[in-house]
């Protein structure tokens, strides 16, 4: 059990209140104070540690404060931290992701996911000479006004009319996107018959948050982009380098024209890029198209974030990893199924080996709507719970990482058997 004895942490949250919004940054419990990372843990401004299944919402795929990742950058701290001009860990990166994806020929770079997400969107717009972008209802492709259309719907969506997430956003941008249900295959193809000579691209998570693609779903939506014009764009901020060497694109063997890259490919530091078609990505290039589009970033491409995610990815280009991290993966999704089974309590594992989590239902899960109509008070007091025990995870996810030891996973196996007792006994 966790320690609350100290008052570090209540300070800092009151402190937080007079400065930030919401008394947070705006992306997790603002309740946690999070004092330092080593290997498979974090320890809380009280002294309290925990099994870390956020690893800062996915990017530390190797752990905190790896040896290797850390001499990499501690070396190249002393050459300097930012150029705001072509440097060679940088050019060297994207030789080694342009190598690894199948659909890279060329990439540049940003600082986060969702700006690589909404420059995909505009790449598409420029290439195609079109407007309307299709999502998916609950598909998360960042902060951008094109983006928050139907990520956290209220209610039932009007398909395939968007609904704003968030207030500021130009009626103009709604009407320029499309929303269809996850994993339905006659109606995108409906959608795309009526209006597909208007699609500029079609944005997609190849697993949406936790939802796996149905048998056919990803190459069914390639072919749809192929016979109608569209680019197609896989968002792989969260699988790639995650779900194989080659992204969600080597797992499901489905090739997009665009993908977009974040997360593990900075090891930890601000890095994302968009990757894809020379044909495309060509239109960044101010002298080779009259459709340019403009793209500048002050720490784009940053050096120190360049070496972490060279020598992330050279980590796991290593034999073994990935096979590691599927069988760490696939040993808590059989534990914690096992856990709530023995106890009748309804549930679903959600998503692949190295990242997943547990639905409180007794029907199948294929899209945003199956997952919303979950048990949330079951979800919540799992995860409090699970928290109480010393394991920290997103609210809707859990990510496995290669940070993780054997006692690491025993201990967090033991955590879902505590939460499935308290589970049973409500």
């Given amino acids: 059990m966790l ?89 060297e990166l994207a030789e080694v992701i342009v190598d690894a994806m199948p659909c890279a020929e060329q990439l540049r770079y940003v600082s986060t ?35 928050l259309m139907n990520t956290f719907p209220k209610g039932n969506a009007d398909y395939p009319k968007a609904q704003p997430d968030t207030a500021g956003i130009p009626a103009a941008v709604q009407a320029s996107m499309r929303v269809c249900p996850y994993n339905d295959f006659e109606y995108v193809a409906d959608l795309m018959a009526k209006e597909g000579d208007q699609v500029a691209a079609i944005i997609v998570e190849p697993l949406q948050r936790i939802v796996p693609p149905k048998a056919g779903f990803l190459q069914h939506l390639r072919d749809l982009a192929d016979k109608y014009g569209a680019v197609l764009i896989f968002d792989e ?17 489905v090739t997009p024209d665009l993908c977009t890259l974040g997360k593990t490919i900075g090891g930890g530091l601000p890095l994302a890029a968009i990757a894809g078609q020379s044909e495309i990505m060509r239109h960044f290039d101010a002298t080779a198209t009259d459709r340019f589009v403009l793209q500048i970033g002050t720490l784009s491409g940053n050096p120190l974030a360049a070496v972490a995610g060279l020598k992330t990815l050279e980590v796991l280009s290593r034999e073994g990893q990935y096979e590691r991290l599927t ?10 199924s096992e856990s709530l089974s023995k106890r009748q309590i309804a549930h679903q594992i959600v998503g692949e080996a190295s990242l997943f989590d547990v639905v409180f239902s007794d029907k199948p899960i294929e899209n945003y709507r199956d997952v919303a109509r ?5 979800a919540k007091m799992f995860n409090k719970v699970l ?24 201990k967090t196996i033991s955590a879902f058997e505590t939460a499935a007792e308290h589970l049973a006994a409500r």
């Fill in 113 to 147: 996911g969702g700006e690589a997400d909404m420059y995909a969107m505009r790449l598409a717009r420029a290439h195609t000479g079109r407007e309307v972008i299709v999502k998916f209802e609950g598909g998360y492709h960042g902060m951008s006004a094109d983006a």
């Fill in 374 to 378: 979950g048990d949330a008070e079951a």
């Fill in 327 to 336: 069988q760490v993966g696939l040993r808590l999704q059989t534990a914690l």
């Fill in 387 to 410: 928290r109480d025990e010393g394991i920290l995870k997103s609210p809707s996810k859990i990510y496995p990482h290669l940070g993780l030891s054997d006692d690491d996973v025993l």
């Fill in 3 to 91: 320690d609350t004895a100290s008052n570090r942490q209540t300070d800092w949250i009151e402190r937080a209140k007079g400065v930030l919004p919401g008394g947070g940054f705006g992306n997790f419990d603002p309740s946690l104070v999070i004092r330092e990372g080593h290997g498979a843990k974090v320890v809380d401004e009280d002294g309290n540690e925990y099994i870390d299944y956020l690893i800062g919402s996915g990017p530390m795929l190797l752990g905190h404060g790896h040896p290797e990742v850390l001499e990499a950058v501690h070396a190249q701290l002393s050459k300097g931290m930012t150029f705001f001009a072509n440097n060679a860990a940088g050019i």
């Fill in 237 to 253: 901020v969260v699988t790639g380098f995650r779900f194989s060497y080659q992204g969600a694109q080597g797992l499901y063997g």
